[in-house]
């Protein structure tokens, strides 16, 4: 509580005595108390910006003064934003992800329609390794994509008696 139910002085006299009061003073009156007003409550200024139906219809009927109130500039709360950390490289990223918004991380959601809808999907791309070397101009790949789950699959395809083994060269992941 800010003020109790007392007359509030313009300007208070400070005295050396607390019970001591001194008569000159002059106290805020229902005149003083108009909307765009400020009034000043133990050092602090307030302005007055509004008041309810029946004060208004108070002041029309008794002062004949019009209470309207005014719009006050509504200032957004800056909310503080902390940037996520770089991928450490254990685990996924989602895990690490989710050791960042969470305490007790859970692990991430897999999404089960996609996964059984998209499953036998795969899609396969012929590739060659682009490079300065010669021997790696005849690199051949297949990279596979696999749909349910967004992974990426690359196999190498070699040459009888070329000195390279064939096979996996990428294994499935993300």
Known sequence: MLLKKQRL???PILTHCP????KSEEYYGPSDL????????????????DCDDFTKAWY????????????????????????TPV???????EDSLGSVYSLR????????????????HVL??????VSTEPDDESRNFIISFYCGDDTIQIYEIC?????????RFMERKK
């Open 60 to 83: 029309n009927a008794n002062m004949g003064v019009q209470q309207k109130p005014i719009k006050l500039a509504v200032q957004t709360p800056v909310m503080p934003t902390s940037e």
């Open 87 to 93: 991928y450490n490289g254990y685990g996924s990223p």
């Open 124 to 129: 396969r791309f012929d590739a060659k390794l």
């Open 9 to 11: 002085a313009k300007a």
């Open 34 to 49: 108009v909307c765009g007003a400020k009034v000043t409550i133990y050092g602090r200024e307030c302005l007055i910006y």
């Open 159 to 167: 040459d009888k008696n070329s000195g390279r083994t064939g096979g």
């Open 105 to 120: 991380p859970k692990a991430p959601k897999v999404d089960m329609k996609k996964m059984f809808k998209q499953d036998m």
């Open 19 to 22: 019970g001591m009061s001194l």
